[in-house]
């Protein structure tokens, strides 16, 4: 039963052009979204996050939205940057309790030169 | 300030056999939380210690257990070791439990043949 899903296993994009990266989530007790970046070798890396008290968070290049009522949340970058390419996590959790996350499948993003 | 660290970084083990992973918090953190990676998957909450308690399990068997000792550093104990539970092991800290400034380490990749 995967409570988030990214349903894109992957995305390619030219470098200088917006990157998407959607997730989807079914639980409705969860309160705080989060996208981690992977690098081969490495563990994840937490890039954004967002409360569901709000429905966009900026930082720099890193746009993340947040619409409640589809349960849907995406990740936008803009300018992609070849350095980007990594594997993208979103992840969620419920405050309060336990502060464990629950992430989806992940999805390799390739910003070509 | 120093990071997440784990050990070992690799580790081969037959199954039936029994591991043991390490983890040293970041400075200033007294949560840990074990994380289960399998290929191809998102990482799998297994628990989580807080000032030495669990505070928090996933959805794993009792041949999963852990540790935090008092300067907050933590083990994994695995007995019984399966196939399936080849996978890269994430180890996160955090402070009281929180999210703010969750941490990963580069994980272990075990294997088991």
């Known amino acids: 039963d995967q409570q988030v899903k990214q349903n894109s296993p992957s995305l390619s994009v030219q470098e200088g052009r917006i990157s998407i990266l959607n997730c989807d989530y079914t639980?409705?007790?969860?309160?705080?979204f989060l996208w981690y970046k992977k690098y081969p070798a490495e563990g994840p890396t937490f890039l954004i996050s967002?409360?569901?008290?709000?429905d966009k968070n900026e930082d720099g290049r890193f746009t993340v939205f947040l619409n409640k009522s589809a349960k849907h949340l995406s990740l936008h970058i803009v300018p992609s940057q070849p350095g980007d390419s990594a594997v993208y996590f979103c992840?969620?959790?419920?405050?309060?309790?336990?502060?464990?996350?629950?992430f989806g499948k992940g999805m390799k993003l390739t910003v070509n030169p | 300030e120093t990071g997440v660290t784990q050990s070992p970084t690799h580790l081969i083990k037959t199954r039936g056999q029994q591991v043991t992973l390490r983890c040293s918090s970041q400075?200033?953190?007294?949560?840990v939380s074990w994380y289960q990676q399998a290929l191809g998957q998102g990482p799998q909450f297994i628990f989580q210690?807080?000032?030495?308690?669990?505070?928090g399990r996933g959805n794993f068997p009792p041949r999963f257990s852990g540790l935090q000792f008092p300067n907050y550093s933590s083990e994994l104990n695995v007995n019984a070791l399966e196939l399936d539970d080849s996978a890269l092991y994430l180890c996160?800290?955090?402070?009281?439990?929180?999210?703010?400034?969750?941490?990963f380490g580069s994980g272990t990749r075990l294997t088991v043949v």
């Open positions: 967002i409360s569901s008290i709000k």
């Open positions: 992840a969620a959790a419920a405050q309060g309790g336990s502060e464990k996350l629950v």
């Open positions: 996160a800290s955090s402070l009281d439990r929180g999210l703010y400034g969750y941490t």
């Open positions: 210690y807080y000032r030495e308690e669990e505070n």
């Open positions: 639980n409705s007790m969860f309160d705080y």
């Open positions: 400075s200033g953190h007294n949560t």
